[in-house]
T-cell receptor, first 114, second 112 residues
């Protein structure tokens, strides 16, 4: 099992550009979560999907952020336009309902917006 | 950039000693708790979990204690090793909610 796979590992972009972060959950997992980690705010839940359907996006900071899960094996988090305050590490995690809520996290994408 | 960051509690222990990391939670409806370990440059890694119908659970070298009366959770690591150096997070969820809410973390440093 390759675990949760995120890409890219690092992204440096200029303010105003569009950024797309990608996640492949563990095969068979039916819940997917996007978290953001910063020194200021720690780990914050942005959005989560259950069976590819967005369930709670109340953590998405603003309309510049959007997330999709077109199928069970792929999700994207898009920021358009990006701003320096979006700089953070973005984690994707997946889990299987009924086995407890323990997530498996990916290695994260470190985003720097200059 | 950010000029003010979270002040992570820190714990330094000698290799071989036992470590106790504490966590206070605020949601009295929380009924499921997890401890995660995060090493530098990596994602959080599941260590151990406990449901609210238990007050203690043991794993390999780790024990989680839950005190619902005072809403307190602790992680005990026996015979701490250098590889245990990391940031440790507690996380909680309530009822049917699938999402976890994470605490701010504790930095554990194991001294040789």
């Amino acid at each position: 099992d390759a675990g949760v796979i995120q890409s890219p590992r690092h992204e440096v972009t200029e303010m105003g550009q569009e950024v797309t972060l990608r996640c492949k959950p563990i095969s068979g997992h039916n819940s997917l979560f996007w978290y953001r980690q910063t020194m200021m705010r720690g780990l914050e839940l942005l959005i989560y999907f259950n069976n590819n359907v967005p369930i709670d996006d109340s953590g998405m900071p603003e309309d510049r952020f959007s997330a999709k899960m077109p199928n069970a094996s792929f999700s994207t988090l898009k920021i358009q336009p990006s701003e320096p305050r979006d700089s953070a590490v973005y984690f994707c995690a997946s889990s299987l309902a009924g086995t407890g809520y323990g997530y498996t996290f990916g290695s994260g994408t470190r985003l720097t917006v200059v | 950039g950010e000029s003010v960051g979270l002040h992570l509690p820190t714990l330094s222990v000698q290799e071989g000693d036992n470590s106790i990391i504490n966590c206070a939670y605020s949601n009295s409806a929380s009924d499921y708790f997890i401890w995660y370990k995060q090493e530098s440059g990596k994602g959080p890694q599941f260590i151990i979990d406990i449901r609210s119908n238990m007050d203690k659970r043991q794993g390999q070298r780790v024990t989680v204690l839950l005190n619902k009366t005072v809403k307190h959770l602790s992680l005990q690591i026996a015979a701490t090793q250098p590889g245990d150096s990391a940031v440790y997070f507690c996380a909680e969820s309530a009822g049917s909610a699938r999402q976890l809410t994470f605490g701010s973390g504790t930095q554990l440093t194991v001294l040789p």
